[in-house]
């Protein structure tokens, strides 16, 4: 591979009509990475700053058929994984991960709406469990859904420790639990883990309402991946990235929903 091609890196995730999260978001991160960026769609949003109006899950062939053409033509280094849908999407994508087995998989496990509304039905939650956990090189919950991946709730820094072994155990290779939901202060600690080596990374907690920053975090650090960071360090570098993604944030929409400056915090890394 020449110095000029990049490493390329594959979402399958949900597309967010309103550019600030989803495919969208993801394509945006890779780009600003310098990374290329391929994409599935495994769901489609009617989406803007306020909210969601509909969804719609393509067949099965058709999410098969993109991945695929993705796997056949291009070097992939990281597949970041994002919204999926149901547990037959999410059966799917684990098969095909089994059989491509690419060399970084960072799941997002995407189950817990603005709102506070569940969207993954139970056996969707399970087959998360089950079939993406262990294929998975780094899974990035936040507080809730770290919460109802293991059945407990997490209530303060000593939870959140605890939380990170019993992911590990579930068969994750690593832990990036968000802090975020977890009230600490005027501080924001994310908490990494992989059975070995523990990290918290802390930022100021900004006064702001922001839209698509989880999406944004697991494709940086697939990108940082792509371009040879270890994984605690991949980590540390992409929450460094949303912290300049957030003091350059704009409202593009008609509520108070910010979302982030890509190409600006590319800019000032």
Known sequence: MSPSTPFSALTIAGSDSGGGAGIQADLKAFAAHRVHGLSAIAALTAQNTRGVTAVHVPPLDFLQAQIDACFDDFDIHAVKLGMLANAEVIHLVAGILEQRRPPQVVLDPVMIATSGARLLQDSALQALRERLLPLATL???????????????????????????????????AVLLKGGHLFEGN???????????????????????????????????????????????????????????????????????????????????
Request: hydrophobic content about 40%; aromatic content about 6%.
């Open 139 to 173: 899974i990035t919950p936040n507080t809730p859904e770290a919460e109802l991946l293991l059945g407990r709730r997490i209530n303060n820094a000593a939870d959140a420790d605890d939380a990170a072994d019993a992911l590990i155990g579930m068969g994750a290779s």
């Open 187 to 269: 501080r924001v600690i994310d908490r990494y883990f992989d059975g070995v080596t523990r990290e918290e990374f802390s930022h100021a907690r900004l006064p702001v309402d922001a839209h698509g920053t989880g999406c944004t975090l697991a494709s940086s650090i697939a990108a940082q991946l792509c371009c040879g960071l270890s994984m605690p360090n991949a980590c540390e570098a992409a929450i460094d990235y949303i912290a300049r993604g957030l003091q350059g944030g704009y409202r593009p929409g008609h509520s108070e929903v910010m979302v982030l400056d890509h190409f600006g915090a590319a800019r000032t890394a």
